[in-house]
């Protein structure tokens, strides 16, 4: 079981917006950053959004980020086919860092 | 831009110690600005966090790993490794080296991954 709760699927078609949600408590997303990662099939994760809403340089601004309280979500707009991934929040709990249990993004 | 390439045995047998290094191109180690860490992936599962250190000593582990792990950085050749003693076949994952600015959990670079498999 996972320290974050992710639901493990979620789906959109082309075009339209989704967004998936991140479930904490106090002691990790209450009172730490949120950071979003998105892994494509056989590839090492990428960094998505971090502090929260923040986004690398070079990520679509389709990609943001929100947090309210223990919980957090990452929203895609206009979705695409190469959105197709799988998506893990992070964060740091007690001196360690916690990973929900991913997401996987199907675009239909 | 930081590029980083894991290398190390494919299989370990139980109750050995898995050794990887991490050869980091395109930055120094010994750096203040970068954290150095491990996270693994068990075929077909999630992400979890081994464990992270800045060049300055600040070291974190995962709790539930941290009896079993070292963590150690040799600025000569540019590189990071990891210990993780006692393996058992839930120890069988792709193992990312990974390095990131300013906060641990923030994750910029990537290796490629090397799949370890603990079998005899």
């Known amino acids: 079981q996972s320290v974050l709760t992710q639901p493990p699927s979620a789906s959109g078609t082309p075009g339209q917006r989704v967004t998936i949600s991140c479930s904490g408590s106090s002691s990790n997303i209450g009172s730490n950053y949120v950071y979003w990662y998105q892994q494509l099939p056989g590839t090492a994760p990428k960094l998505l959004i971090y502090r929260n809403n923040q986004r690398p340089s070079g990520v679509p601004d389709r990609f943001s980020g929100s947090k309210s309280g223990t919980s957090a979500s990452l929203a895609i707009s206009g979705l695409r086919s190469e959105d197709e991934a799988d998506y893990y929040c992070?964060?740091?709990?007690?001196?360690?860092?916690?990973f929900g249990g991913g997401t996987k993004l199907t675009v239909l | 831009q930081l590029q980083l390439q894991e290398s190390g045995p494919g299989l370990v047998k139980p109750s050995e110690t898995l050794s990887l290094t991490c050869t980091v191109s395109?930055?120094?180690?010994?750096?203040?600005?970068?954290?150095w860490g491990w996270i693994r992936q068990p075929p077909g599962k999630g992400l979890e966090w081994i464990g992270s250190m800045f060049y300055s000593g600040t070291t974190y582990y995962n709790p539930s790993l941290k009896s079993r792990v070292t963590m150690s950085v040799d600025t000569s050749k540019n590189q990071f490794s990891l210990k993780l003693s006692s393996v058992t076949a839930a120890d069988t994952a792709v193992y990312y080296c990974a390095s990131g600015v300013a906060d641990f959990e923030r994750i910029d670079y990537w290796g490629q991954g090397t799949l370890v498999t603990v079998s005899s």
């Open positions: 395109g930055g120094s180690i010994s750096s203040g600005s970068y954290s």
């Open positions: 992070a964060a740091w709990d007690d001196s360690h860092v916690v």
